[in-house]
């Protein structure tokens, strides 16, 4: 079904690069509170489907408060300018965007954990038997 479902306890929002182009902060209006904060808190489900091409960025704040020399923050909003200019498959998107992440940095120690998990659903090539004809399924 390709459908994609987020429970968010405390964590930035999914990132959703769309085919289109834009860049979509999935599952914002369902976030919750971090584990353990409120015994009784009970926790949204979010769902959405997910296109051919399109990618997920999960990431933890690490990556948005990664700060260069000089102090200045990565921030969420340079994630999702960053994001909306890359192409390509998930594997591509969140190697280029680690990079920059670590650019950023310019070699600064951290002092919080840098995160980032990019996943999506791309278009395969059909694998072939040794006959050369398209493997079923």
Not at 31 to 57: F, K, M, N, R
Not at 92 to 97: D, F, P, R
Not at 118 to 126: A, E, H, L, N
Request: negative net charge; aromatic residues 6%.
């Amino acid at each position: 079904t390709h459908r994609l479902s987020v429970v968010n306890a405390g964590h930035p929002y999914p990132l959703i690069l769309r085919r289109n182009g834009q860049v979509e902060e999935f599952a914002k209006s369902s976030s919750g509170l971090p584990l353990a904060i409120h015994a009784d808190w009970e926790y949204e489900c979010a769902e959405t489907t997910l296109e051919l091409g399109e990618t997920v960025i999960m990431y933890t704040d690490g990556v948005s408060d990664a700060a260069n020399p000089a102090g200045e923050r990565f921030t969420d909003a340079r994630l999702r300018k960053a994001l909306a200019h890359e192409s390509g498959s998930p594997k591509t998107i969140g190697e280029s965007l680690i990079l920059q992440v670590r650019d950023h940095v310019a070699g600064q120690s951290q002092f919080d954990d840098i995160t980032l998990l990019s996943f999506g659903r791309i278009v395969r090539k059909p694998d072939r038997q040794e006959s050369g004809q398209p493997r079923t399924a």
